[in-house]
């Protein structure tokens, strides 16, 4: 089993949508859950970072993070075409190592 | 400043050809990563260093050969590469102190680099 989870989708919406995106983890020691927005060959940008559990927004961004069932999400609202992009989930515990879901590719279509 | 500073951003290089890729940062991060990725995957960890000391090196081949001259360089000796080998590299750092704690990765724009 993967310590990292990440439906790859792809995934389209159209302009305006809410849109979902999942990762479930199986390490119960991870504290620390990152998500990043990577555009094609482009190194990955930080969005949202997350301490344990609880929410977190920024703007048109929430992160969630439900320790208790090891699940964490992103919502984006009002998506928007300069959203389409890759999102990667990634989390870390203690130790110098970053755990990556595979990434979810978004379409937003205008 | 939450920059990471990679160089080149693109690289095409012969089998035969000796090339390095460069990274800066300047967040005072004590752990400087490297990374390879391939299209449509997630970044796969090379090596980690911790207070300029190798700590992860995740049975890279030798043709990869990196080194950390200080806390805000790190550098990635490219040598005899395949071209299996082309991908994006990718530079990261994180705030990583001694008995813990480490929370959040920042990357840099990648070398995009092709082997012919």
């Known amino acids: 089993q993967k310590e990292v989870e990440q439906d790859p989708g792809p995934l389209s919406v159209p302009e305006g949508a809410i849109v979902s995106l999942n990762c479930t983890y199986s390490?119960?020691?991870?504290?620390?859950f990152m998500w990043y927005r990577q555009y094609s060959r482009k190194g990955p940008e930080l969005l949202m970072y997350?301490?344990?559990?609880g929410n977190k927004e920024d703007g048109r961004f929430t992160a969630q993070v439900d320790k208790s069932s090891k699940y964490i999400s992103l919502f984006i609202r009002d998506s928007q075409p300069s959203d389409s992009a890759t999102y990667l989930c990634a989390m870390s515990g203690t130790g110098n190592q970053f755990y990556f879901g595979t990434g979810t590719s978004l379409t937003v279509i205008p | 400043d939450t920059e990471v500073t990679q160089t080149p951003k693109h690289l095409v290089m012969g089998m035969t050809n000796k090339k390095s890729l460069k990274c800066e940062q300047h967040m005072g991060h004590r752990a400087m990563y490297w990374y390879k990725q391939k299209a449509k995957k997630p970044p796969e960890l090379m090596f980690v260093y911790s207070y300029e000391k190798l700590s992860i090196n995740e049975s890279v081949p030798s043709r990869f050969s990196p080194e950390c001259p200080n806390s805000s360089l790190l550098n990635l000796h490219l040598h005899a590469l395949q071209p299996e080998d082309s991908a994006l590299y990718l530079c990261?750092?994180?705030?990583?102190?001694?008995?813990?704690?480490?929370?959040?990765?920042?990357f840099g724009s990648g070398t995009q680099l092709s082997v012919l």
């Open positions: 997350t301490y344990s559990s």
């Open positions: 990261a750092s994180s705030q990583f102190s001694r008995g813990a704690r480490n929370e959040k990765l920042f």
């Open positions: 390490n119960s020691a991870f504290q620390y």
